[in-house]
């Protein structure tokens, strides 16, 4: 069973960094894609960052220049560094990965529980 585990999340001012990391555990026989996305209340889940096995990165708009998405493939974990924050980055963020976990198995998306990111005025 595959289990994605997030941190790093909290309170910060606005201009403010955060760092969050995801990291998988369990069978994973590969993986793909990795990457994070956010939701507030009311509202659908977002993109903010991808980032493939090979290193090439995708970014929402809204956070390209402030954001920085990084993976380290021997520990199966994402990274998130976040720099001048806003106050309208407030979300829960969530961890996503795309894996295989045997050698068998189909690509299937996993998340992680989300984390609170609340950025103050």
């Known amino acids: 069973q595959v289990q994605l585990v997030e941190s790093g999340g909290g309170l910060v001012q606005a201009g403010g960094s955060l760092r969050l990391s995801c990291a998988a555990s369990g069978s994973i026989f590969s993986s793909n894609a990795m990457g994070w996305y956010r939701q507030v209340p009311g509202k659908q889940r977002e993109l903010v960052a991808t980032?493939?096995?090979?290193?090439?990165?995708n970014y929402a708009d809204s956070v390209k220049g402030r954001f920085t998405i990084s993976r380290d493939n021997a520990k199966s974990t994402v990274y998130l560094q976040m720099n001048s924050l806003k106050p309208e980055d407030t979300a829960v963020y969530y961890c996503n990965a795309r894996l295989r976990p045997n050698w068998y198995s189909e690509w299937v998306d996993y998340w992680g529980q989300g984390t609170q990111v609340t950025v103050s005025s």
């Open positions: 980032v493939t096995s090979g290193g090439i990165t």
